[in-house]
C-alpha cells in the first residue's frame, strides 16, 4: 500500500515565476492538507481540499492556490515567487473530509528553493 | 488565532534518562491534540493522540502525554529513552473547525 507521494523531491525557481507542486495521497484518503514548513520551523497549514473543494484555508495569501482531482490527488500552485516561498512544501493526507480527529499521513515533502 | 509553544528547541539526553518535551496551546474552543515524531530521513508520522476521555494517552514505542485542561497543555513523556528515540518530536492541534496548527518542534538527541 503506496503511501502518500510528492513530486518533484527538489525544485529551483527564481522569483516571480510560478510553480506546481503535486500530490498522490494515502489509498483511500479523500482529504488532502498542504503545509509549508521553513528551516526551524514547524508546519503552516495552507490549505484543505476535499470533494474538490478548498474547505479550510491558513494564512496564506492569494498567490497560493490548489486543486484537487476526481481521484484525490491535489496540486498546489504558488503564482509570483518570492525569496520567502523558499521551505519544505508537505502534503498529508485523511480520511472523511475533516482533519478533526483523523491522523494525517505525510508525504517526503517538495523542497523549493527561490533564488 | 490557535497557536502551539513547544518550549524546548532542543534537548540533549542520555540513554535510560527521563524524557518531557512540553507543549501548550492557545485555542477557546474544543481541541484535538496529537504529537508527530520525524526520525531522521523519514515522514512525520503520529506519535499518540487524545479527542476526548482519559487525559493521559499512550502512544507507539512506550510515550505517553498527559492534557491538562486548565493548563492548556499536551506535555509528552517517556520514562527511559533509547537512541533511537533521537528525532524530531511536532506537537499539534487541530479544531473541530478542521485546521491544523503545528508547534515549531523540538529535536531529541539521546547520547548511546
Known amino acids: 500500500d503506496a503511501g502518500v507521494t510528492q513530486s518533484p523531491t527538489h525544485l529551483i525557481k527564481t522569483r516571480g515565476q510560478q510553480v506546481t507542486l503535486r500530490c498522490s495521497p494515502k489509498?483511500?484518503?479523500?482529504?488532502v492538507s498542504w503545509y509549508q514548513q521553513a528551516l526551524g520551523q514547524g508546519p503552516q497549514f495552507i490549505f484543505q481540499?476535499?470533494?474538490?473543494?478548498?474547505?479550510q484555508r491558513g494564512n496564506f495569501p492569494d498567490r497560493f492556490s490548489g486543486h484537487q482531482f476526481p481521484n484525490y490527488s491535489s496540486e498546489l500552485n504558488v503564482n509570483a515567487l518570492l525569496l520567502g516561498d523558499s521551505a519544505l512544501y508537505l502534503c498529508?493526507?485523511?480520511?472523511?473530509?475533516?482533519?478533526?480527529?483523523?491522523?494525517?499521513?505525510f508525504g517526503p515533502g517538495t523542497r523549493l528553493l527561490v533564488l | 488565532a490557535q497557536s502551539v509553544s513547544q518550549h524546548n528547541h532542543h534537548v540533549i539526553l542520555s540513554e535510560a534518562a527521563s524524557l518531557e518535551l512540553g507543549c501548550n496551546y492557545s485555542?477557546?474552543?474544543?481541541?484535538?491534540l496529537f504529537w508527530y515524531v520525524q526520525y531522521p530521513g523519514q515522514h512525520l508520522q503520529l506519535l499518540l493522540k487524545y479527542f476526548s476521555g482519559d487525559p493521559l494517552v499512550k502512544g507507539i514505542k512506550g510515550f505517553e502525554a498527559e492534557f491538562i485542561k486548565s493548563k492548556f497543555s499536551f506535555n509528552l513523556r517517556k520514562p527511559s529513552v533509547q537512541w533511537s528515540d533521537t528525532a524530531e518530536y511536532f506537537c499539534a492541534v487541530n479544531t473541530n473547525a478542521g485546521k491544523s496548527t503545528f508547534g515549531d518542534g523540538t529535536t531529541l538527541t539521546v547520547k548511546p
Open positions: 498529508a493526507s485523511s480520511p472523511g473530509g475533516t482533519v478533526k480527529k483523523e491522523t494525517q499521513y
Open positions: 485555542y477557546g474552543g474544543t481541541v484535538n
Open positions: 489509498s483511500g484518503h479523500d482529504t
Open positions: 481540499y476535499y470533494e474538490e473543494e478548498e474547505r
